[in-house]
């Protein structure tokens, strides 16, 4: 049974950090690209970041690119997300997620396993 679970999120003031962390169980992992999505409240889910099995070249959404790094530690198969400079429009419910394929690494439907979500709230 795949088991991806969320944890990290928070309250935190603009500028501020976190860090998020996702572990993994059930899944080979090493072979798995991992991404990070988020939903706001009345949005869409959108994509954050993800991270193919290598950790080279990640992608990143436009809105997060220099302040958002997600790495990866594949023997402890876990998935981090560092956020830095936060903002109170990343405030969300983030989810990790597998996909097996790593083609569309930005295509929510892509991904074959999701956690529950942690939430993140930035206030002002």
């Known amino acids: 049974q795949v088991q991806l679970v969320e944890s990290g999120g928070g309250l935190v003031q603009a500028g501020g950090s976190l860090r998020l962390s996702c572990a993994a169980s059930?899944?080979?992992?090493?072979?798995?690209?991992m991404g990070w999505f988020r939903q706001a409240p009345g949005k869409e889910r959108e994509f954050v970041a993800a991270i193919r099995w290598s950790g080279g070249n990640p992608d990143y959404a436009d809105s997060v690119k220099g302040r958002f790094t997600i790495s990866r530690d594949n023997a402890k198969k876990t998935v981090y997300l560092q956020m830095n400079s936060l903002k109170p429009e990343d405030t969300a419910v983030y989810y990790c997620?597998?996909?097996?394929?790593?083609?569309?690494?930005?295509?929510?439907?892509?991904?074959?396993?999701w956690g529950q979500g942690t939430q993140v709230t930035v206030s002002s």
């Open positions: 059930g899944l080979t992992f090493n072979s798995d690209t």
């Open positions: 997620a597998a996909d097996r394929s790593g083609l569309h690494v930005e295509v929510s439907d892509e991904y074959d396993y």
